[in-house]
């Protein structure tokens, strides 16, 4: 079983690169392939050389940046990372479960739900798609989490932090049942 990661970023700022390089690094003993999506038109090589297929696409805004990278990836499982998420401890491939939209326990961070990370099979992406291409950021979809709900799951045996993410930027919007 292979597990591809695929984060999208955008690096514009050195304190940016350096949560990104930590995430990656955090990541990769564990992941089969690394996809980064930088959102700039700047090269970073220590982020080309943490990626396994590395992409540069100005201006495509989260959502469809993180598409490219989700069908670039070859794993049977595929993860998404925000660039700003460390893993902390367990091996993500323990969130390798068929039929099940995976997630890690979250540190600092009083939430059931959320994007910071996130697994799923490669069936079900190609059954149900990942982020719709219309939107600018991905943190407001609530098509997301309502098509992934029934398959929604936390595994605590991952622990991931987000302690470098801004105040409120993974926080779902609520969806119509709510």
């Known amino acids: 079983m292979r597990l591809s990661l695929v984060v999208p970023t955008y690096t514009v700022s050195p304190q940016l690169q350096e949560v990104t390089v930590a995430c990656l690094k955090s990541f990769r003993p ?18 080309h050389d943490l990626a396994d297929i590395y992409i540069t696409h100005p201006n495509m805004q989260l959502a469809r940046n993180a598409n490219l990278g ?12 925000s660039a ?8 993500p491939k323990l969130l390798c479960v068929p039929e099940k939209f995976n997630m890690p326990q979250v540190l600092r961070r009083n ?21 719709e291409p219309y939107l600018k950021w991905k943190y407001t979809d609530t098509h997301l989490f309502n098509k992934y ?30």
């Open 30 to 47: 564990y992941v089969d392939e690394i996809i980064v999506c930088e959102d700039t038109n700047t090269y970073i090589r220590e982020l």
């Open 70 to 81: 989700w069908a670039a990836a070859t794993g049977d499982y595929i993860s998404e990372a």
């Open 84 to 91: 700003d998420t460390t893993l902390i401890e367990g091996d």
């Open 111 to 131: 939430v059931t739900e959320t994007c910071c990370y996130f697994v799923l099979s490669r069936e079900m992406y190609q059954k149900y798609g990942i982020w």
């Open 149 to 178: 709900r029934p398959f929604m799951s936390m595994d605590h045996r991952v622990i991931i932090d987000t302690e470098n993410a801004s105040p409120g930027m993974f926080q779902r919007a609520k969806g119509p049942e709510e």
